[in-house]
C-alpha cells in the first residue's frame, strides 16, 4: 500500500490529452514539492516534472504537472504512442522520508 | 556525459550484509545531493535513502532505518549504501540517482540521471 495514491491504469488515443492523478495528505502532497517520472520497460525512470511544475530540460511541453490542496496531477497533451509507459507520482513526506505512488500503467489506445 | 554505476548487488543470506557502491563520472560529484531508489521486479519504486551535497545529512526511509547507512567519497566520486540485518522484503533492483540541483540537501526527490540497477536478492 503506497503513502501516495495513483490509479492503476489510464488510457487515450493518439493526440487525445490525459490526466493522472495523485492523491496525497498534508504531510506530503499538502506541505511539499511533487515530481513525476516516466519508466518504460526495462529502463531506469525518467523525470518529467519536478517542484510540482517545472520540466526538466529536454522534456516536452505536453507534460504539465500541477498541485492543489493534497492532490497532483500530471497531464500529457497531445497523447503519442511512445508515451505508453508507467508514471510515478514523488513527493517528500515530514516522517523525513521520500515516498511514491504505486504507479500508474498509461495505455495508448 | 554524466555517468552513474552501481555495484555490489547479489544474492545473500537473510540477517547478512551488503555494501552498494555508485560510481559517478562527467559532473561535479561534490556539488549535488545523492540517493538510493530501489524497486522490486514488476513493482513500484521506493525512496531508500538520501545525501545532502556535503555528506552532512543522511535521510532514510521508514523500512530501512537504522539498518542501512548511506554515505559518501567525494575524493572516489563515490556513493555507498551499506545494508545490514538484510530481510527477504530489501529483494529488489537498486538504483543510483542525482540530484537535479546543485546543493541539495538530500530531500528534493528530482533525480535526474540514474544508474542501470544493481539486483539484490536476499534468499536463504
Known amino acids: 500500500q503506497s503513502v501516495l495514491t495513483q490509479p492503476p491504469s489510464a488510457s487515450g488515443t493518439p493526440g487525445q490529452r490525459v490526466t493522472i492523478s495523485c492523491s496525497g495528505s498534508?504531510?506530503?502532497?499538502?506541505?511539499?514539492?511533487v515530481y513525476w517520472y516516466q519508466q518504460l520497460p526495462g529502463t531506469a525512470p525518467k523525470l518529467l516534472i519536478y517542484?510540482?511544475?517545472q520540466r526538466p530540460s529536454g522534456v516536452p511541453d505536453r507534460f504539465s504537472g500541477s498541485k492543489s490542496g493534497t492532490s497532483a496531477s500530471l497531464a500529457i497533451s497531445g497523447l503519442r504512442s511512445e508515451d505508453e509507459a508507467d508514471y510515478y507520482c514523488?513527493?517528500?513526506?515530514?516522517?523525513?522520508?521520500?515516498?511514491f505512488g504505486g504507479g500508474t500503467k498509461l495505455t495508448v489506445l | 556525459e554524466v555517468q552513474l554505476v552501481e555495484s555490489g548487488g547479489g544474492l545473500v543470506q537473510p540477517g547478512r550484509s551488503l555494501r552498494l557502491s555508485c560510481a559517478a563520472s562527467?559532473?561535479?560529484?561534490?556539488?549535488?545531493?545523492m540517493h538510493w531508489v530501489r524497486q522490486t521486479p514488476g513493482k513500484g519504486l521506493e525512496w531508500v535513502s538520501g545525501?545532502?551535497?556535503?555528506?552532512?545529512?543522511?535521510l532514510y526511509a521508514v523500512s530501512v532505518r537504522g539498518r542501512f547507512t548511506i554515505s559518501r567519497d567525494d575524493a572516489k566520486n563515490s556513493l555507498y549504501l551499506q545494508m545490514n540485518g538484510l530481510r527477504a522484503e530489501d529483494t529488489a533492483l537498486y538504483y543510483c540517482?542525482?540530484?537535479?540541483?546543485?546543493?541539495?540537501?538530500?530531500?528534493?526527490?528530482?533525480?535526474?540521471?540514474w544508474g542501470q540497477g544493481v539486483l539484490v536478492t536476499v534468499s536463504s
Open positions: 540517482a542525482k540530484d537535479i540541483l546543485s546543493g541539495g540537501g538530500g530531500s528534493d526527490l528530482s533525480f535526474d540521471y
Open positions: 562527467g559532473f561535479a560529484f561534490d556539488d549535488y545531493a
Open positions: 545525501i545532502s551535497w556535503n555528506g552532512g545529512t543522511t
Open positions: 498534508s504531510s506530503n502532497i499538502g506541505v511539499n514539492y
Open positions: 517542484r510540482n511544475n
Open positions: 514523488a513527493a517528500w513526506d515530514d516522517s523525513l522520508s521520500g515516498v
